[in-house]
């Protein structure tokens, strides 16, 4: 987590940096010496999972104390997750286990995203060739939440089962959807919603896997004009609610695009799949401790900034109080020196 904090490129550059404060080896939990064998050793056969229960426990404290994002502006009280995943580029004769193509190897993160606290509940991470749709086989689904997949997972018996476990999901609808309408109600044209239709699949297979009603809309963002046809098995929803929800996806994207800028996720201090793992789980516990410092500061400060600033403070002993307090510089004294004054005309 110092080598996160910090911006560490390597082991030998976290050795490098903490090895001139030795004296403070003690208080920082480090023991009596720290050496880059030591390090690559626990990599080796420390075993990841201790690392992704802690971080699991950390995302249970984060989500407990987390303010609800303010961007998200609906008024339903149901949980609402965005589930995608992100493509970490590997060298293939380093990283062999990790074997994505002929020449190239990557490791898969697939997250649920909680689109309210801003926190990513759930991680797995697989090869690269491991399809996006196996991550929705390890999730376990909570009753009455919305659950907002691209259109890269619409595989009909995973969506039966997310259906059969109670929960709702939205996802956009392949080109090739071909469907039988039972049903359409009257659209709200001026809100964008095209179609609000009530559909069953009529494919034989995509029939078999989903044998209930589905709600099929069309909708036309009016800013951009950009088409979209959305998939869900909620029915009470407006057409226009849907569409917002599918909306917030975006946000599990934004997450992705944080942590591989602000912290060390595709570059590696350890060659194994375990050292890979370890490092992760230790990125997400880095991000989650960031967000549970900004909430329980009360902060309004954004992550990124504290991070800067925990990144430069690590050994000192300043409260956090007194590092994210917020600076207010209308007492300052400037010289009063005689300038010219400028005439607008």
């Avoid at 965005?82 to 990557?106: G, N, P, Q, Y």
């Avoid at 309210?116 to 759930?122: D, L, W």
């Avoid at 909306?247 to 194994?272: A, C, D, P, T």
């Avoid at 309004?300 to 050994?315: A, P, R």
Wanted: glycine share 4%; charged share 25%.
């Amino acid at each position: 987590m110092f080598g996160q904090l910090s911006g560490r490129d390597s082991l030998r550059d976290l050795l490098i940096s903490i090895s001139a404060h030795r004296s403070k080896f003690y208080h920082l939990g480090f023991g009596k010496n720290v050496s880059r064998s030591n390090l690559a050793t626990a990599n080796e056969i420390r075993d990841y999972r201790i690392f992704e229960e802690l971080a699991y426990e950390m995302i249970a404290e984060a989500r407990s104390c987390c303010q609800k994002d303010v961007d998200f502006t609906l008024s339903i009280e149901n949980p609402v997750y965005a589930f995608d995943s992100t493509m970490i580029d590997l060298c293939l004769s380093v990283f062999w286990w990790a074997e994505f193509r002929k020449a190239k190897a990557a490791v898969k993160i697939h997250t649920l995203y909680d689109i309210r606290t801003s926190i990513p509940c759930f991680i797995h991470i697989t090869d690269g060739a491991t399809h996006d749709v196996h991550g929705l086989d390890v999730l376990t689904y909570e009753a009455q939440g919305f659950y907002i997949l691209d259109r890269g997972y619409v595989d009909f018996a995973r969506l039966y089962n997310i259906q059969q476990h109670k929960a709702y999901f939205v996802t956009r609808a392949k080109d090739n959807f071909r469907f039988i309408r039972i049903s359409a109600g009257k659209p709200d044209k001026k809100a964008g919603v095209i179609c609000d239709q009530c559909v069953k699949a009529k494919g034989f297979y995509s029939n078999k896997h989903y044998p209930d009603s589905l709600r099929r809309i069309r909708f036309i963002d009016i800013e951009t004009g950009r088409r979209m046809v959305f998939l869900t098995n909620n029915f009470d929803l407006p057409a226009v609610d849907i569409a917002l929800l599918y909306k917030y996806r975006w946000k599990v994207e934004l997450f992705f695009k944080w942590i591989k800028q602000h912290l060390k996720v595709k570059s590696f201090w350890g060659n194994s799949q375990n050292a890979v793992k370890t490092q992760i789980y230790i990125a997400i516990i880095t991000y989650t401790l960031v967000a549970i410092v900004k909430s329980k500061m009360k902060s309004t400060l954004s992550t990124y900034e504290i991070l800067q600033i925990l990144s430069v403070s690590l050994l000192d002993k300043t409260p956090l109080k007194e590092l994210l307090a917020n600076q207010i510089n209308q007492d300052v004294k400037e010289q009063n020196d005689i300038q010219l004054k400028i005439k607008l005309i």
